[in-house]
T-cell receptor
Framework: GQQVMQIPQYQHVQEGEDFTTYCNSS?????IQWYKQRPGGHPVFLIQ?????EVKKQKRLTFQFGEAKKNSSLHITATQTTDVGTYFC??????????FGQGTELSVKP | DAGVIQSPRHEVTEMGQEVTLRCKPI?????LFWYRQTMMRGLELLIY????????DSGMPEDRFSAKMPNASFSTLKIQPSEPRDSAVYFC?????????????FGEGSRLTVL
């Protein structure tokens, strides 16, 4: 079946360093969403990308959707301890089904 | 506004017992989803409803799992009999078709431990 692969599984950074997580789909997506789950919490929606090559920014977070609409990335500039958590991408396939990646767990050392 | 409300937040039970998890979606939302989260398998979609009708239950592990949505404001996920491998956090989420982004609103989850 269709899969959404996300790497890396874990990332440990020093506060102030940058962080990037990547998401790849085996098939073309109609859109992709990103969620953040704090430790012990629940996933919370961050953003949705729809257009090929789209780039969106939220303060220190930059989201990109690939030209082929099969991959995406989330980049955090100058991480802070408040960025700790697991970041999930979720791709919506042509049939409308939302498929979550395995998530990237980010830890930030002060 | 209240978000998605799930109960219980924590449940510890013994193998073989029946477990019922409950969810109240956000008022006006027409889709409801049940997810299971474990370290090994991540976030798995179990089943989802549209306007109270089950649309896709292909993620339900086996016949021990069942889900109902008797009305627009309530859904249950039942496991009978429960097994230790069912231990996980179960999330309910809802969304509104008319929303700009189709984002899912998750509840705080029900953490199930089966001994």
């Amino acid at each position: 079946g269709q899969q959404v692969m996300q790497i890396p599984q874990y990332q440990h950074v020093q506060e102030g360093e940058d962080f990037t997580t990547y998401c790849n789909s085996s098939t073309t997506l109609s859109n992709i969403q990103w969620y953040k789950q704090r430790p012990g919490g629940h996933p919370v929606f961050l953003i949705q990308l729809v257009k090929s090559g789209e780039v969106k920014k939220q303060k220190r977070l930059t989201f990109q959707f690939g030209e082929a609409k099969k991959n995406s990335s989330l980049h955090i500039t100058a991480t802070q301890t408040t960025d700790v958590g697991t970041y999930f991408c979720a791709g919506r396939n042509q049939g409308g089904k939302l498929i979550f990646g395995q998530g990237t767990e980010l830890s930030v050392k002060p | 506004d209240a978000g998605v409300i799930q109960s219980p937040r924590h449940e510890v039970t013994e193998m073989g017992q029946e477990v019922t998890l409950r969810c109240k979606p956000i008022s006006g939302h027409d889709y409801l989803f049940w997810y299971r989260q474990t370290m090994m398998r991540g976030l798995e979609l179990l089943i989802y409803f549209n306007n109270n009708v089950p649309i896709d239950d292909s993620g339900m592990p086996e016949d021990r799992f069942s889900a109902k949505m008797p009305n627009a404001s309530f859904s249950t996920l039942k496991i009978q009999p429960s097994e230790p491998r069912d231990s996980a956090v179960y999330f309910c989420a809802s969304r509104w078709t008319g929303g700009a982004t189709g984002e899912l609103f998750f509840g705080e989850g029900s953490r199930l431990t089966v001994l």
